[in-house]
């Protein structure tokens, strides 16, 4: 009787133990972090630093340059001599200048003396009132002819002032148009300055986008040398016309810090992005499309497991979709063998794709 009972109890045992699941392996996940962008990059533009105010200069009077001072680059204080010219005939004109002045003060010390004396005659009654009247209307012309004479002497000392070419404000020289022997005309271009105290940036955006920028769009603006070197920036002016030959149009960005490194004359980089609404791009690798949904499969790094997780597709291509909602900045999305995960599959996060 005991083998009856011992035999079935046995097979029993045999029987439950056949019936336990394996544990389910742990597999190896290759994933991405999830990275949300909020703006719209429009284009990366090449620029120079600039500075907002400039002013170019030229003679007041004509001439030929005899020397330049400074180079370009050089700063220069308000009054400095830039360049010079040969002086020759402004110092003519200022002597004969002087000369008529001479002669007509010699001439005035005359008709005072002339009508003293006929104004002396007339009054002890032996001079003619005819003769009174002329004597003191060459006094009058001759004193008008005094100030005419020292007028010109003044324009004569201004116009050889002008053959020195002086720099009106504190500036930096950025060009010079004309070189020393060169004869120039009265208001011709022969140097430019820039005042350094404000900068911007300067580029040539195309025509289009520079038209169809969103008002108080924002500019990231980084050296080229030292992309750390960064501020942002925005459009102070755009140009109402565009160029002929390039079809750009220049817009100047006043910048919202000037960074030590942002020389007048630096190159910069110049980044265009407009804000959007939040959305994330991953590889299409990472989408598994169930009953008319598309989902993508979430990484839980406290459990090691998995989850799905429904996202909206914005636009996809062979490679990459754009998708928003349901997913955060930071999370883990499983980008290869989705369609073979199920929920709470536990994963072994051995590699990160980077993106």
């Not at 007339?122 to 003619?128: L, S």
């Not at 350094?196 to 986008?209: H, N, S």
């Amino acid at each position: 009787m005991k083998r009856l009972w011992i035999v079935p109890f046995a097979a029993a045992l045999l029987v439950g133990c056949s019936e336990e699941k394996p544990p389910q392996a742990v597999r190896p996940a290759l994933y991405v972090v999830v990275q949300p962008e909020r703006s719209e990059h429009l284009g990366r533009f090449a620029g120079n630093i600039e500075a907002r105010y400039e002013s170019t200069l030229g003679f007041r009077v004509p001439g030929r340059i005899v020397r330049r001072f400074y180079d370009v680059g050089a700063v220069v204080k308000q009054g400095d001599i830039l360049a010079n010219l040969d002086p020759t005939d402004q110092q003519n004109q200022l002597r004969a200048a002087q000369g008529d002045l001479a002669k007509v003060q010699a001439q005035l010390i005359n008709a005072q003396a002339n009508a003293r004396r006929q104004q002396e005659l007339f009054d002890r009654g032996v001079g003619a009132q005819a003769q009174l009247d002329t004597a003191q209307a060459d006094l009058k012309t001759t004193a008008a002819s005094m100030q005419q004479a020292v007028a010109a002497v003044n324009q004569a000392q201004d116009q050889l002032s002008y053959c020195n070419l002086r720099a009106d404000h504190d500036a930096v020289i950025t060009d010079w148009k004309a070189e020393a022997g060169q004869v120039v005309s009265i208001g011709e271009e022969v140097v430019t300055l820039a005042r350094p105290e404000i900068k911007e940036a300067v580029i040539d955006l195309p025509g289009p986008l520079a038209e169809a920028l969103p008002k108080g769009i924002e500019f990231q603006v980084a050296g080229q040398l030292d992309p750390n070197v960064k501020t942002t920036a925005r459009v102070r002016e755009i140009a109402p016309q565009a160029d002929s030959a390039t079809r750009t149009r220049r817009t100047r960005l006043t910048l919202d810090q000037t960074p030590p490194a942002f020389r007048l004359g630096s190159s910069v980089s110049v980044t265009v992005s407009t804000p959007i609404a939040e959305h994330f791009e991953l590889p299409v690798t990472a989408l598994q499309d169930v009953d008319g949904k598309t989902r993508v499969w979430v990484i839980d790094t406290q459990t090691q497991s998995v989850s799905p997780q429904d996202v909206t597709v914005l636009s996809r291509d062979t490679r990459n979709a754009l998708l928003s909602g349901g997913l955060k900045a930071g999370d883990k999305v499983v980008i290869a063998g989705v369609n073979s995960l199920t929920p709470g599959q536990k994963v072994r996060l051995d590699k990160e794709s980077s993106q």
